[in-house]
């Protein structure tokens, strides 16, 4: 009797922004994926996600409020909670968080690159298999690694590659020494994992740079479209916070130090190898300077030492050599498979 896994899908994208004769990569993604899952034997079903989402029940809700703190549930916008509804050995949904890691059900969702996504067993951000990665006590630095980790930068920084897209680099006048701060969308799911929203978090950064003498950057997520954050960053009084709208890779590679929450920026701009304060729970924060807010002061900021640096190196070659899926590479398919336990 084959093998059989349910793929519960929210739709399906029919077009691409910047060409329409290209597949888009989530649905590339998804082809990819049941093509090679049939290879290995599966079956595959599909659902659509979306009516079982509507349908959540009073208790699932009810649980939720359990799990996470009720002060960070302003509206509904917590990850829809996944759990085995149909008798196929794996069910698979999108952009979930997992009851346990045992019930037999994979989660994915876009990963902080573009063409990049997670499988995983428990969820995303730190609700993933990711955040239980701890700092190797073993590392060796080796050409492998360190070649890897070149390739994938030079990729990202030459072509100006990010989840989304990016104004152009280019020779942009900036201070000698600053902080950067990305900002992130008010209703971002992953701000349940954080002890400041976004709007208290850039109140918090602003009223510490108002007492510096250090300069912040601040770039607002190219989604947001938020009154309140407008609000915020039209009242800034102080002559060394500025907001603008450039590349992260020129931001993070020219900048002394990244302030954020658990933002995917956080992630892109270890590239850099420029520090990265986290505030908030992540997948990644094992290898940032994870402090509370007031504890900071951009005063005392150094840059990375060696061994944070093969933290880093390593750390981005564990992820993205064994652990995401990337759309065109059927080899990193296969090492997802194993991990998840869908292949031998």
């Given amino acids: 009797m084959s093998k059989e896994i349910s793929i519960f899908i929210r739709k399906f994208e029919n077009k691409n922004k910047l060409n329409d004769s290209m597949i888009p990569s989530r649905n590339r993604f998804y082809i990819n994926l049941m093509y090679y899952l049939q290879e290995i034997g599966y079956k595959i079903l599909i659902y659509d996600q979306r009516m079982f989402e509507k349908e959540l029940s009073t208790s699932y809700i009810d649980w939720i409020k359990k799990k996470i ?62 955040a239980l990665i701890k700092k190797s006590k073993d590392f060796i630095n080796n050409n492998d690694i360190d070649s890897f980790f070149d390739e994938y930068r030079n990729n990202l920084t030459m072509n100006n590659l990010s989840k989304y897209v990016q104004p152009k680099v280019y020779d ?41 003498n250090e300069i912040l950057v601040i770039k607002r997520h190219p989604k947001c479209k938020s009154s309140k954050i407008n609000d915020i960053l039209k009242n800034i009084k102080t002559n060394n916070i500025f907001v603008l709208d450039a ?98």
């Avoid at 996504?117 to 428990?122: A, E, G, I, N, S």
């Fill in 172 to 212: 942009l006048k900036l201070p000698n020494k600053f902080f950067f701060l990305p900002l992130q969308l008010v209703d971002d799911t992953v701000n349940i994992l954080c002890k400041h929203s976004t709007t208290s978090f850039l109140k918090s950064f602003i009223k510490i740079f108002s007492k510096s």
């Fill in 69 to 130: 703190n009720d002060k960070f549930l302003k509206k509904p916008n917590f990850p829809y909670i996944s759990k085995k509804i149909t008798n196929s050995d794996f069910d698979l949904f999108e952009h979930t968080v997992s009851i346990n890691e045992i019930q037999n059900v994979i989660n994915i969702k876009p990963f902080y690159l573009s063409d990049h996504y997670y499988f995983d067993k428990m969820g995303y951000s730190a609700w993933s298999e990711m």
């Fill in 247 to 344: 590349s992260i890779h020129d931001l993070a590679s020219k900048c002394s130090a990244v302030l954020v929450n658990n933002s995917g920026v956080g992630f892109e701009s270890l590239f850099h190898l420029k520090p990265v304060y986290t505030f908030g729970e992540s997948d990644y924060q094992v290898v940032c300077r994870n402090i509370p807010i007031y504890d900071f002061n951009p005063s005392n900021v150094k840059p990375l030492s060696v061994d944070e640096i093969n933290q880093i190196k390593f750390f981005i070659f564990k992820i993205l050599n064994s652990y995401v899926i990337k759309t065109d590479d059927k080899s990193t398919y296969l090492k997802a498979f194993k991990r998840i336990g869908l292949l031998e």
